[in-house]
């Protein structure tokens, strides 16, 4: 099989986030079977220390991005270059530096941000696409919808005001990787030409342990604590239901976790932990409740919980419809409602037989879609059809 050279670019946000853990993971993936990886990479944590006006120009245009992509590929000479994210500082510059110097450039979509400010499609506890289809996304400056900031919200808009009007998603970009067909259709909807948008999903590493037995000791959540996660939703359940519960991770809603921790003796607040303390979480799990009210793009812990053999109870969005296969793979409720998810819960919990079936199709799932080997074929397909395609 090819080798090949790679130039992986990527935009670190100031919290860690899944984005970071793909890219760790494709960079592994590529290494292990041969290819050369050269790196890119930038941090949003170096926001505070620069002017304002200076952050603002380099999220549209940074020339320094521009002259060291150029730098990297004059002394490396890549075959192709994989941008997994560009925000706020690597900034879009990048993509005409490929361009002029006739590098294949792949993109993949983790979010929603050519399309929404907030990049999340998700606006006042309901969802929003009211910035889809416009040329300029006022609306989402109108709404301060990036951080609740007129002056943020209006450096985002503009920079992809600015780059739908110069044509650079459609121009400039060769392959985009999608990670669900779901949000394949929403970037069509937003203008991005469907023939060059591709679905690949994530994956993670092989549990060589699953679950399997349906008799986990308790349910789990694991990520962010905010309102749009719907752990709001999971915790207003949990008060009707005698399930021990672990709730990992940590974000604005911490204090009212941990309130619910020190008020039920079935919840347990364990905070953040360390990826082989989550692993080892979920393969004593009985199920895994991922209540996001977001659309979401491909959730790393929902693949993660199949690899260990473990079904998900989840919203029952169109986006997780095709992901988790209801009464299957896991267990769909009632978007927004405490009490369909505490049913979903009690009924699950008290049918350790039926979740061990869900267990076992969940790790047959991820045994078809999510594995290295699986996502290393996807991903050398994309690279080949991205070179000829230049």
């Not at 853990?21 to 292990?32: A, G, P, W, Y």
């Not at 600015?162 to 909807?189: P, V």
């Not at 919203?315 to 009464?327: E, P, Q, Y």
Request: net charge positive; glycine share 6%.
């Amino acid at each position: 099989m090819k080798n090949f050279r790679i130039l992986m670019v990527h935009n670190y946000y100031q919290n860690p986030g899944g984005e970071d853990t793909v890219f760790s993971l494709e960079k592994s993936l590529l290494l292990e079977h041969g290819n050369s990886v050269f790196e890119y990479v930038d941090s949003n944590k170096r926001i505070d220390a620069l002017a304002h006006i200076n952050s603002a120009a380099k999220t549209i245009w940074s020339r320094s991005s521009y002259s060291a992509i150029t730098k990297i590929i004059k002394d490396v000479r890549p075959d192709i270059a994989h941008f997994h994210n560009t925000f706020m500082l690597i900034s879009p510059s990048v993509y005409y530096a490929c361009a002029e110097m006739g590098i294949p450039v792949v993109q993949t979509l983790h979010n929603y941000r050519l399309l929404c400010p907030n990049a999340y499609l998700f606006r006042n506890g309901a969802f929003c696409e009211d910035c889809i289809k416009l040329k300029y996304p006022l609306p989402g400056f109108i709404h301060k919808c990036y951080r609740n900031s007129y002056s943020q919200s209006a450096i985002v808009a503009g920079m992809l005001g600015i780059h739908k009007l110069i044509r650079t998603w459609q121009n400039k970009i060769d392959i985009y990787i999608s990670l669900t067909e779901f949000a394949r259709q929403k970037f069509i909807q937003g203008g991005l030409p469907g023939e060059k948008i591709i679905v690949k999903p994530n994956f993670v590493k092989r549990s060589d342990i699953p679950n399997h037995t349906g008799f986990g000791e308790y349910a789990l959540y694991i990520g962010r604590l905010s309102y749009e996660k719907g752990v709001d939703i999971l915790l207003s359940g949990w008060e009707t239901l005698q399930i021990p519960l672990k709730i990992v991770g940590d974000g604005p809603l911490r204090e009212f976790a941990q309130k619910c921790a020190r008020n039920s003796s079935f919840i347990e607040y364990l905070g953040q932990v360390n990826h082989t303390s989550v692993n080892h979480l979920l393969k004593m799990a009985r199920f895994l409740v991922f209540p996001s009210k977001l659309y979401e793009g491909l959730p790393i812990t929902i693949i993660e919980a199949f690899s260990c053999g473990v079904p998900v109870i989840a919203a029952d969005l169109a986006s997780r419809v095709g992901l988790i296969r209801d009464s299957e793979t896991g267990i769909l409720y009632s978007s927004g409602s405490p009490a369909s998810l505490a049913a979903k819960a009690q009924w699950l919990w008290n049918f350790p037989d039926k979740c061990t079936e869900m267990g076992k199709n969940a790790r047959q799932e991820y045994e078809r879609n999510y594995t290295p080997g699986h996502n290393y074929q996807m991903l050398t397909d994309i690279y080949d059809r991205a070179m000829t395609k230049k």
